[in-house]
């Protein structure tokens, strides 16, 4: 808990730090990696410095947690601290590196305030800092005793077992241990971290989600590759493995983390939605695989947005698992639906109705024998009725979900009850 006294100097200064964290967090960043460049090598992503989404990122959660303990100062935002967390596993952070970052932040913050850090004011920042710091490293050497890990040490060589490209842009890797031991326990949802060495011999890494659950030790991964635009570069890693990965070779894989995944005695009954666009649904097809082969009969919705269905990964995987499952049906949208597949005029969809639901889609000119109906257009939640007691999982890129949960949230979900993910620095949670 922040002291009494720290709490009125935050308080009163939280305006003005807030105000200056992109500056502060820019010179931290730059002023550590010139002294420190191994963090960049294997640790730090360098195409989220270059855009700056790590630095805002950054600065929203320092920003949320000191608001947070000014609102409640007995409680912590879970939320918040769960997210970075799992981040932070998931690349391998350790404890003694919260003192190499507290050393540059609040140098930063000393640079860019000047002589308003005075020494009551650095030293409530400072606890604010250790509160967070505290916090975290207690959450990430949880993290690690459950992955069963040392801390830090979340690598493991994996072996290729299969290449398959599933759209024009996207491949699938399925992988095995290969040290020849099993595959560690990961929840449906979760992601792991891929470490590879670039031509510069820079080490990068990124997360990626595990899109399958084959079980017999196997993991897979689906990575779309992310192509240059107007001012933007190729992705570094997404490139690198479709062009330089396949079969036979071998990849460094971080143990399985991750907050949003499905929280699942098999024998739940409640509702599950799985909202999703482009890439993000590889948390889902986990998730649908996972529900599938423990035999489940929850009520489940999948819902996907794609620009047309040759761009939909996974999309024949995701009709056969809503096949499998009893309680299970889907509605795609796309902005461009194939001729052979016509779009269909909006139905109510009742999630806790399953008898009403085929019926419906045996009717609808949309629907195909695999219980999934096709809409055009961009989602629209419009007429889909959502159960009150779904849990709902969403991933897409951010003005998608931003736009989604809105429509949720007036359909009547709990915002507690949507779990989403980013394919990315969370900007969103902070101000969420
Ligand atoms: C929890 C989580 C799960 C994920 N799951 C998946 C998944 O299942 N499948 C999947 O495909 N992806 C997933 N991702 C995304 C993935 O981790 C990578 O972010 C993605 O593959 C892009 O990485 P990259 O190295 O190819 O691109 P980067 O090199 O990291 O580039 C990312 C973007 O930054 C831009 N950029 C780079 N340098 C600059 C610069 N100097 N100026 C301006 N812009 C720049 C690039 O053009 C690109 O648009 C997930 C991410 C997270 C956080
Ligand atoms: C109190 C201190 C810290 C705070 C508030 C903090 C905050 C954050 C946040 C908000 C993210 C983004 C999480 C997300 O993906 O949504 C993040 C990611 C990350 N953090 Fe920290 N962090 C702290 C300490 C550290 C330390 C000590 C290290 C190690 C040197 C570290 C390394 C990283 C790395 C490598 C990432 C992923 C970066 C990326 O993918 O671009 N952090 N951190």
């Known amino acids: 808990m922040l002291s009494e006294e720290s709490a009125a100097v935050v308080r009163a200064t939280l305006p003005a730090v807030a105000g200056a964290l992109d500056e502060i967090t820019a010179r931290f960043y730059g002023a550590m990696f010139r002294d420190r460049p191994e963090l960049l090598d294997g640790m730090f992503n360098r195409g989220n410095q270059a855009s700056g989404v790590q630095r805002r990122a950054l600065a929203g959660s320092i920003a949320g947690f000191a608001t947070a303990l000014l609102d409640s100062p007995d409680t912590r935002p879970d939320t918040l601290l ?34 308003a850090v005075t020494p009551e004011v650095a030293a409530a920042w400072d606890e604010v800092y250790w509160l967070m710091a505290g916090a975290l490293i207690g959450r990430e050497a949880r993290l690690y005793q459950d992955a069963g890990v040392t801390p830090g040490e979340v690598w493991r ?30 929840r449906a949802g979760q992601y792991v971290s891929v470490r590879v ?3 510069d011999g820079v080490h990068q890494v990124r997360q990626y989600s595990l899109s ?37 070779d071998e990849l460094t894989l971080s143990a399985p983390f991750g907050d949003v995944f499905l929280d699942d005695p098999a024998d739940a009954g409640s509702p599950v939605v799985l909202v999703s666009a482009g890439i993000g649904c590889t948390p889902m097809t986990g998730i649908l695989a996972h529900l599938a082969a423990v035999g489940s009969t929850r009520p489940v919705l999948v819902l996907h947005a794609d620009r047309s269905p040759a761009d939909h990964a996974l999309r024949a995987e995701t009709r056969a698992l809503v096949d499998r499952l009893p309680g299970a049906r889907a509605v795609f949208w796309y902005e461009h639906p194939e001729p052979a597949e016509p779009t269909q005029p909006t139905q109510p969809t009742q999630l806790t109705q399953p008898t009403a639901q085929a019926e419906q889609v045996e009717r609808a000119d949309g629907a195909d024998r695999a219980g999934a109906e096709f809409r055009s257009g961009l989602m629209d939640l419009d007429g889909i009725e959502l159960a009150r007691d779904a849990t709902v999982f969403l991933c897409g890129p951010l003005p998608f979900m931003r736009a989604v949960r809105g429509q949720l949230l007036a359909a009547g979900v709990p915002a507690r009850a949507v779990r989403y993910e980013v394919f990315g620095p969370d900007l969103w949670l902070p101000g969420s």
């Open 82 to 115: 769960d997210r970075i967390a799992h981040k932070h596993a998931a690349v391998g952070v350790t404890d003694d590196q919260y003192t190499i970052v507290h050393k540059y932040l609040f140098g930063a913050i000393a640079e860019v305030l000047g002589d």
């Open 212 to 248: 399958s659950d084959p079980g017999d030790g196997l993991r897979r991964i689906t990575v779309k590759r992310v192509a240059a635009a107007e001012g933007t570069p190729d992705g570094e890693v997404s490139t690198l493995l479709h062009e330089r990965v396949s079969a036979g």
């Open 197 to 199: 060495r670039l031509a």
């Open 157 to 186: 060589p994996w072996t290729v077992v299969e290449r398959r490209t599933e759209t024009p842009d996207t491949v699938s890797f399925l992988l095995r241990p290969a040290d020849g031991g099993p595959a560690p326990r990961a």
